[in-house]
């Protein structure tokens, strides 16, 4: 088979495909999406350069497989795929273990003050008492979207001493010794800190928004880790000025180009946002570790492999 890698992906992929099927791999990372040639292409391996719709799997007759590395989706017709007999591989697997880390590494440094501390350090400033933090043990953790990703945020959690409790609006039955399973209207009512762990889709895009923020009972931490477009950001701005919101982690931000490589930081929202002391950024960096770029394409082959 003829398989056309479109994103760059540790290499370890490749070099199985060829290992033990012998398949031929092909490179093209800057052709448009309108001039490639897909004719005679049978797997496809993508991040999140472009777009894959009707239209283009309508240029691919052979295609038989996507392979997307990460977790995200948004980028592919999956409905169109299902209707061509095209199958879709994602690697949530991969990525988990990086995105629950950094999610408990980011609140860690919210809690404690680590930004400021440090810059004030830096900077020649002891204040310890403008720096007194507050503990995790004893809040009450919310995971919204208890997939893949939310329940090992949940993993991590359980040493904390904090209560977990988590939201899905597509699984039931899921609670356990760590998690409790309750209803949106229970986050809102006992939520101390929420973390989002959603995909993006038509029913999660601006997610949180202005009244999503203003029906929580207590002043939350807001975590992102998911997708940009599922948070409002002129929504943030307003909870955080009123006091709805005591702050936010930020790993994405509704800025983003959808390849992820790209954000209008110049955005004038943007500006107000990055002006508060209490919002945390990182650059789309949760899931981006060492470790994860190898188990990303490990278990992409794994699935591909045990298929074809």
């Not at 992906?9 to 199985?16: S, T």
């Not at 790209?262 to 002006?275: A, D, Q």
Request: net charge negative; with cysteine.
């Amino acid at each position: 088979m003829n398989i056309l890698f479109l994103d760059s992906v540790h290499p370890i992929l490749e070099e199985r495909l060829i290992a033990e099927r012998g398949w031929n791999c092909i490179h093209d990372y800057k052709t448009s999406k309108e001039d490639l040639n897909m004719k005679g292409v049978n797997g496809l391996v993508i991040r999140s350069r472009f777009t894959i719709d009707d239209t283009f799997l309508s240029k691919s007759p052979d295609l038989k497989f996507i392979a997307r590395s990460g977790s995200g989706l948004e980028n592919i017709d999956l409905e169109a795929c299902a209707n061509r007999n095209v199958i879709v591989y994602n690697s949530p697997e991969g990525n988990s273990t990086a995105v629950a880390e950094h999610a408990i590494g980011m609140l860690l440094m919210f809690a404690n003050n680590l930004r400021r501390a440090d810059a004030e350090v830096r900077n020649r400033e002891w204040n310890r008492e403008k720096n007194r933090g507050f503990e995790i043990e004893g809040k009450t953790v919310a995971i919204i979207g208890y997939g893949v990703m939310g329940s090992a945020f949940a993993k991590r959690l359980k040493g904390f001493g904090c209560r977990v409790i988590a939201f899905d609006k597509y699984k039931k039955n899921f609670g356990n010794e760590g998690v409790e399973e309750v209803s949106m209207e229970e986050v809102f009512d006992q939520a101390d800190i929420v973390s989002l762990h959603v995909p993006l889709k038509e029913d999660t895009h601006y997610l949180v928004d202005e009244s999503w923020l203003s029906s929580f009972k207590k002043s939350i931490v807001l975590m992102n880790t998911s997708r940009g477009p599922v948070v409002k950001i002129a929504a943030v701005i307003a909870a955080i000025s009123d006091g709805t919101l005591k702050g936010a982690c930020l790993d994405v931000i509704e800025y983003e180009e959808k390849s992820f490589e790209n954000i209008g930081l110049n955005h004038s929202e943007f500006k107000v946002l990055s002006e508060f002391d209490n919002v945390l950024f990182s650059p789309h960096v949760a899931g981006w570790t060492v470790e994860s770029y190898v188990k990303l394409s490990s278990f992409l082959a794994d699935k591909i492999l045990r298929d074809f």
